[in-house]
């Protein structure tokens, strides 16, 4: 039995953050949706207040609210974690500006240079020996140079394109020091230089994404997570560390919008765990921390033997789509912080560098992002991995455009352990019965016949889980994709069958699905590992990198790469078919980029 926390002078919910304040059911047909709890509490003076939204729980330390509306449990979040982890996302998606007179008490020291946009600020005043731009402000006279080239510093800047292509064509590191003639040193740092020209090519291209001047009618946006097996560093400590990251993808373009990991490099461990323990953050429930957003090791001590402390695992359920769904919602169930999806275990740790992000806020973070991101688009199709954390984050982000029907969004689930055999019979028979209903509507348009048998499935759906989710069983398989299942998570009721068949015919995880493989198999580093059979559950892989912050370098890497430069069989990238992009863009257009 959880111990009652003793109760400080706290208030009933975390206050909001610069008009942030998510702690409200996450259920679209509840009435309490988007309705946050009450700040203070309903008895004043012992007498009980007006009728209230919520009842809360305070015996746990992730403090929960029951909603009255629905019945739904939802745990209590730091609305200040959530806005620091959209701002930690927000900076990297941003072009840092260009800088200005360095004279901190000028006039003009806020004022950024914008070359051929600040003449009233600054003048041109010759070049510098480096052949860097030299400016002079004309308030206080004080002069400053601008690079004009990225590689101004650089030694054997020619190697760069060899060694980015050698780097997303599967390649281990050292044989890229072999082939490239550089040692490991240098290979880092032109990883570090390679991220950082990713960076600010992707902002200065999404700028028009953030102002919403690239006005969008439609995205059907895929979610999903993959996770990053970091290699132990020594023989004394052979824990694995695990990175998670949460992107999403565009399936009608193959865009990638943000690929956001639980993983802050700029966080020093020894600093925020002393000043942890100086605040009496460890004491304090989660959601009322100063450092709610990131792990501490008090707290992920108690999560792995929290759950070595519970009973033995049921039995294994028989094998099928449908059981592993309603399995996921069981254990879903079972969590104390059902938005919470991390495993924790003996066998893995936190980072020595850098903190890791509880994975909650990641998603809430991404979320909250996306919704800055794409401020010009009119509406927005979300197709979930069936995972509680990602709902919750995406339903809390996008609340108001749910209500307005901006929003819509499903969960999919998909069976991926069938055999190639399994795959192509499983097609056939949806052949069959596409071809019988075809015969029995000779008037019908292909198009129209597959619609007409996703609205005789509509009658038919099935509930599973504890909220009694309606899922749907796709009646037209693909070899990628070859059983899947759908729940509508916004139904409101206010749809015509007609257009419900049209939006569950185009639910699919594939276009992020797609994405994920292609980091598995030009990503070397990233390649999934493999276990050892005396690991005893433990992996090592000998590709597998041993820092973090190189996870996160080389994901940015590859989603640039991926969409700017890497073209399909159309030959376009997903740059040019979403329209931030005219032509498919060269490497060396990335390697020599400088912000305007």
């Not at 449908?322 to 924790?344: C, F, G, M, T």
């Not at 015969?439 to 048998?453: D, M, N, Q, Y």
Request: charged letters at 25%; hydrophobic letters at 35%; one cysteine or more.
């Amino acid at each position: 039995m959880a111990t009652k926390l003793p109760s400080p002078n706290l208030p009933r919910i975390p206050v909001e953050v610069d008009g942030l304040q998510i702690n409200f059911c996450k259920n679209p047909a509840c009435k309490n949706f988007g309705v946050a709890a009450l700040q203070n509490s309903p008895r004043v003076g012992g007498i009980r207040g007006p009728r209230h939204e919520y009842v809360k729980n305070t015996s746990l330390q992730n403090q929960l609210l029951d909603c009255l509306g629905c019945g739904e449990r939802l745990p209590i979040k730091s609305n200040l974690a959530i806005r620091e982890e959209v701002r930690r996302h927000i900076a990297d998606g941003q072009v840092a500006p260009t800088p200005g007179c360095p004279n901190d008490q000028c006039s003009n020291h806020d004022i950024p240079l914008q070359i051929g946009k600040c003449k009233q600020h600054y003048q041109s005043f010759g070049t510098s020996h480096a052949g860097s731009s030299r400016y002079r402000c004309k308030n206080c006279g004080r002069t400053f140079t601008v690079a004009r080239r990225s590689t101004i510093r650089q030694r054997e800047s020619h190697k760069n394109r060899t060694l980015f292509s050698l780097l997303v064509n599967k390649m281990p590191m050292r044989r890229i020091c072999e082939a490239a003639e550089v040692n490991p040193r240098t290979l880092y740092r032109r990883i570090d230089f390679f991220y950082n020209q990713c960076k600010a090519y992707c902002a200065h291209r999404e700028a028009v994404l953030f102002d919403g001047s690239l006005k969008i009618k439609r995205l059907y946006l895929a979610v999903d997570r993959q996770e990053y097996m970091l290699n132990w560093s020594t023989q004394q400590d052979k824990r694995n560390v695990v990175v998670r990251a949460v992107a999403s993808a565009d399936d009608r373009t193959g865009y990638i919008f943000g690929m956001h990991a639980d993983f802050d490099p700029a966080m020093d461990p020894e600093t925020i765990e002393a000043d942890a323990a100086a605040l009496g953050d460890v004491a304090l429930p989660h959601a009322y921390r100063k450092y709610a957003r990131v792990w501490l090791n008090a707290d992920y001590t108690d999560a792995v033997r929290s759950r070595y402390g519970k009973n033995a695992k049921a039995a294994r359920a028989a094998k099928s789509l449908l059981n592993d769904i309603q399995k996921s919602y069981d254990e879903a169930a079972l969590r104390p912080d059902i938005e919470s999806a991390s495993v924790h275990s003996f066998d893995s740790k936190l980072p020595a560098h850098g903190m890791q992000v509880h994975p909650e806020y990641t998603l809430y973070g991404h979320f909250f992002y996306l919704k800055q991101l794409l401020v010009g688009v009119e509406k927005i199709r979300f197709f979930l991995d069936q995972e509680s954390g990602i709902r919750a984050a995406c339903l809390a982000a996008f609340q108001e455009d749910v209500v307005m029907r901006r929003v819509d969004a499903f969960f999919v689930r998909i069976n991926k352990d069938l055999t190639v055999n399994e795959r192509r019979q499983s097609i056939a028979d949806s052949r069959a019965e596409f071809e019988k209903a075809r015969a029995l509507h000779p008037g019908l348009k292909p198009s129209e016949v597959e619609l007409l048998l996703i609205q005789e499935r509509i009658k038919s759906m099935q509930a599973i889980g504890k909220w009694k989710d309606k899922w749907l069983a796709h009646p037209f398989p693909s070899m990628s994709e070859p059983e899947k299942q759908i729940c509508y998570l916004t139904d409101m009721g206010d749809y015509k069958v007609d257009h419900l068949a049209r939006l569950y015919s185009r639910a699919s995880l594939h276009a992020i699905d797609r994405y994920f493989m292609q980091i598995r198999r030009r990503i070397n580093l990233l390649e999934r590992p493999i276990s050892t059979s005396s690991a005893a559950g433990r992996v090592w892989y000998g590709y597998s990198p041993y820092n973090a912050e190189v996870v996160i370098k080389l994901l940015t890497i590859f989603r640039v790469f991926y969409n700017y430069v890497a073209a399909g069989e159309d030959g376009k990238t997903p740059a040019m078919r979403l329209g931030l992009a005219k032509a498919k863009i060269d490497i060396e257009d990335l390697l020599y980029f400088v912000a305007p």
